[in-house]
């Protein structure tokens, strides 16, 4: 069955479709410049209340759902966001200039983590259920009953990425991880696809009201991010934010947040470079397909990859310099792609034109077609010479990168030192190159998120073991992932009960475990009933 797509171009507070009182904004198909309907009326401080007001009063009820209706809902929205059909992916295509098969992976994405988190709901194991009975006859002290489970912190606001339209957007990673913890969320459209979001929005607001839920359990908003933004993770019915963008979006936030009477916590995924580190065994091997890839994974989506390698360290030598030499050959073949958005496009050329007075230009492609679509460029610089100038260090949003040449296991053992924290690292290596791997990897835990020995860093898994998350800048708590099952734990907190007479115990925690949840007993594992 599909859904009839109808844009309003207002934001959806509880369900109901609420017009802002502020200017409206177009999206601007970013291929041509054109202006798309309809225009999104932006809400002020006083209606962003009325959601947060929502949220807070759907919390209770919706934080204790028993765990198959729970999980029941996440699938429904799964179904619903299938259901809109071809309408989602056009208008994708025309806020974004993304192609049909990039956005049709990424609504699998997106509908697959959701019924990912479903799995978990049913499961259970998220909720952290530990039991330690009381030992009445222990001496010399008698022991208490203690048990332990994770509770939801309570409304969760979402920023919407602007470079995944959906799997980051309006139902990504953190709007399911948080409304599978049993959080409420009060999300916050990202102003490139607004259209694109509000179809979603309106999947999981159809989803809500087939499960008969508070409709406060989801809201969508349309707003400024100076003030609307602000306002929403400074609002006190708000106990954690969720957010993937700029290194300077995400800090302002963060400020925000620990500049409230409660602090609350933000869990920002904001800038990497994603270093690569070419050993010499690589190089033994097909360096055409190694240089090939390469330039695939940085090109790949015009470069809009919060994982696309934007530093690859390549040893110096003959076989280094033809690697190089493939990586330019492939590189001039290369035609721009069309950027999100123009003031993605733009800053991308502000980036590319500080670093050319920096490096020198590798290699270039060709522009692309239409006003957003600049040619993908590579260049290049001495160990030295990155190690010293900041400039070479920070990340250019696109289809740019930069080689690093580097002597000896020293130098790029002190290189990966230097580095800042980051969400992957990647080594290229061949069967000679492990004592040098050994001598990177203790380094590299300590600076980034994900480690891959082969392949490139531009695809990530949704599962269980993922983590896409590393060390400051790359992430405002290097202790989360944004995405995985892991995620769920971001929106959640331990709560110990002592003494509790069993019939006062909440479901998860009572002897008969009605929930049927997996425990820990007296530190021994308890399958599920």
Known sequence: MTTTAVL???????????????????????DTGEQLDPPYSQIDVEQLREATAAAAEAFTSFSRLEPEAHAAFLDSIADEIEAIGDALIERGMQETGLPQARLLGERA?????????????????????????????????PRVDIRQRKIPLGPVAVFGASN?????????????????????????????????????????ARAIAAHGLHPGVFSHIFGPGRSVGQALVADPGIHAVGFTGSRAGGLALVRTAQERPVPIPVYAEMSSVNPVFILP??????????????????????????????????PRGEQGEAFLRAVSDVLRAATGQTMLSPSIAGAWREGVATRDAHAEVLAKGADGEGPHAPAPVIHAADVTSFEEDEVLQEE????ASLVVRYGDVTELVEAAARLEGQLTATLQLGAGDHELASALLPVLEHK???????????????GHAM????????????RSTSVGTLAIDRFLRPVAYQNIPDELLPEALREAN????????????EASA
């Open 8 to 30: 309003t171009g207002h934001s959806s507070i509880a369900g109901r479709s609420v017009p802002g009182t502020g200017a409206p904004l177009h999206a601007i198909a970013p």
């Open 514 to 525: 009605p929930w049927h949840l997996p425990r820990l007993v007296d530190g021994r594992r």
């Open 281 to 314: 065994g690589a190089l033994d091997g097909d360096v055409a397909a190694l240089a090939a890839g390469y330039v695939q994974s940085v090109t790949g989506s015009s470069g809009q990859l919060c994982t696309q390698p934007g530093v690859v360290f390549v």
């Open 448 to 462: 980034v998120g994900r480690i891959l020995a082969g392949g490139w860093p531009t695809g990530v898994e949704v």
């Open 467 to 478: 983590v896409h998350g590393g060390p400051f800048p790359a992430t405002s708590d290097s």
């Open 109 to 141: 994405r997106t509908t697959g983590q959701l019924r990912l988190f479903a799995a978990v709901v049913r499961a259970g194991e998220h909720r952290g259920v530990r039991i330690d009975p009381a030992q009445p006859e222990r001496s010399p002290l």
């Open 164 to 204: 995944f339209p959906l799997a980051f957007s309006t139902a990504g990673g953190d709007t399911a991880s948080a409304l599978a913890a049993g959080c409420p969320v009060v999300f916050k459209a990202h102003s490139s696809h607004p259209g694109t979001s509000e179809l979603v929005a309106g999947a999981i």
């Open 396 to 399: 250019i949003f696109g289809a």
